[in-house]
């Protein structure tokens, strides 16, 4: 059977995380005894990682990371890194606050042999307009640079084959704050096979989002940099392709 990683970072989520692990969990059944759930928590000031500690106890194949960085962009690449150097076969990506159904994941791993990737797109957000506006707004910045469609590239509800994640995985720094949005870029400029297949996003079932909008402008505008410099990247790797292939 296939091994699936589920990952997700977490940061001060002590009102969500026992509920949205207990909801997830039961996902790995049916999946090879090497499937795990792995949190990443770094850095949280609450419960969250003695609420982890806890019910670890109950679930034998939930996993913590405690020593990546403290923001979500890097939590998710260490966890990436980390589900691909353990053999997954496949890893799906989702947030710790309960806004994703689990009950959604059954479609995209039901249809994991067709695609190399299939991402979820929020064609209704519950955690409110401004950021929604925010995500189409970096969709039009996104094909500006790199001439690429998407609907929404940051989802946090992505399946993708541990395969074509670490072919691409290596371009991102280790401390990059919009990982998930770059790899869906790299996707689909280079036509890896992938599928947009819309989502339920809920609002927050507690607690408050450590990203504010000011935090949001502050990685927007570091962003408009870093993308020049994963257009260069981009033009390399589209370069070598085209000599290999000649």
């Known amino acids: 059977m296939d091994t699936l990683y589920i990952v997700m970072p977490a940061y001060n989520e002590e009102s969500n995380i026992e509920r949205v692990i207990d909801a997830w969990y ?74 994703t159904d689990p009950g959604e994941f059954a479609a995209f791993w039901n249809g994991r042999k067709n695609k190399n990737a299939i991402i979820g797109v929020r064609p209704v957000r519950g955690d409110g ?52 949005a770059m790899l869906t870029v790299y996707f689909v400029y280079f036509n890896e096979s992938v599928e947009f297949r819309e989502i339920t996003f809920r609002a927050r079932q507690g607690g408050v989002n450590s990203i504010n909008i000011r935090k949001i402008m502050q990685i927007g505008w570091k962003a408009l940099h870093d993308f020049w410099g994963f257009k260069k990247d981009i033009n390399k790797v589209y370069t070598e392709k085209t000599k290999n292939n000649e």
């Open 129 to 180: 307009y401004v950021r929604g506006l925010v995500e189409k707004i970096l969709c039009l910045i996104l094909r500006l640079y790199f001439g690429v469609r998407i609907r929404d590239a940051n989802a946090p509800f992505r399946l993708m084959k541990a395969e074509i994640l670490k072919k691409y995985l290596h371009h991102m720094p280790s401390d990059y704050n919009l990982p998930n």
């Open 26 to 99: 039961p996902v790995l059944s049916g999946k090879s005894e090497n499937s795990r759930l792995v949190v990443a928590d770094s850095g949280s000031h609450d419960k969250t990682h003695m609420i982890l500690k806890q019910i670890s106890e109950k679930y034998p194949k939930l996993e913590i990371l405690e020593d990546t960085m403290k923001e979500h962009g890097p939590k998710v690449i260490a966890l990436y890194k980390y589900a691909v150097d353990r053999g997954a076969d496949y890893i799906f990506q989702t947030d710790s606050d309960g806004q």
